[in-house]
T-cell receptor
Framework: GESVGLHLPTLSVQEGDNSIINCAYS??????FIWYKQESGKGPQFIID?????DKRQGQRVTVLLNKTVKHLSLQIAATQPGDSAVYFC????????????FGAGTRLAVHP | DTAVSQTPKYLVTQMGNDKSIKCEQN?????MYWYKQDSKKFLKIMFS???????INETVPNRFSPKSPDKAHLNLHINSLELGDSAVYFC??????????????FGEGSRLTVL
């Protein structure tokens, strides 16, 4: 599930399995990262965030891991459900003047029964 | 009760026309944004307003003109539409400029198709 920016990669998983969606970010100075979920026909929705002074943060069924050394972010979804099917975006906050949120390319998660 | 609402949801128009998309948020947020999502789902920031003041203006053709009559509204006007303007345009808002909490609240998008 690596986001490469030129096409929308798809991760297919079986219902009940764990999913791992990966993201590479670009700016080593970024200190705040967010995962968003976008369901078909809807706008992106905030899932979980993490600051650069942490390497792991857990939510309900989701965990975000941050590896600053290699500028890599991952989203783990436990016991994936059909309702998790969506496009997932990582985003980084570019600081300087007014902050702006820059989105990665996105990964489509397809959950099969 | 929709937090960020955009109209219209769908817009089909001819090249060369001028069109507007409206956005309203009822969250009491100070900052609003326009993002463009292309056919590959890539989301790119276009503009941001904080309390009616333009604070972010990415490299967007000047055919695109945002207007914020008050902090709850941010409209996008596009002149002389081109085929490449076809996309889904998302309005979003955040409590703090730049989305420092990371939580941007997005509308459902306005799909623009230029023929």
């Amino acid at each position: 599930g690596e986001s490469v920016g030129l096409h929308l990669p798809t991760l297919s998983v079986q219902e009940g399995d764990n999913s791992i969606i990966n993201c590479a970010y670009s700016n080593s100075a970024s200190d705040y990262f967010i995962w968003y979920k976008q369901e078909s026909g809807k706008g992106p929705q905030f899932i979980i965030d993490i600051r650069s002074n942490m390497d792991k943060r857990q939510g309900q069924r989701v965990t975000v891991l941050l590896n600053k050394t290699v500028k890599h972010l991952s989203l783990q979804i436990a016991a994936t459900q059909p309702g998790d099917s969506a496009v997932y975006f990582c985003a980084e906050l570019f600081s300087g003047g007014y902050n702006k949120l820059i989105f990665g390319a996105g990964t489509r998660l397809a959950v099969h029964p | 009760d929709t937090a960020v609402s955009q109209t219209p949801k769908y817009l089909v128009t001819q090249m060369g026309n001028d069109k507007s998309i409206k956005c309203e948020q009822n969250l009491g947020h100070d900052t609003m944004y326009w993002y463009k999502q292309d056919s590959k789902k890539f989301l790119k920031i276009m503009f941001s307003y904080n309390n009616k003041e333009l604070i972010i203006n990415e490299t967007v053709p000047n055919r695109f003109s945002p207007k914020s009559p008050d902090k709850a509204h941010l409209n996008l006007h596009i002149n002389s539409l081109e085929l490449g303007d076809s996309a889904v345009y998302f309005c979003a808002s955040s409590r703090i400029a730049g989305g420092n909490t990371g939580e941007l609240f997005f509308g459902e998008g306005s799909r623009l198709t230029v023929l």
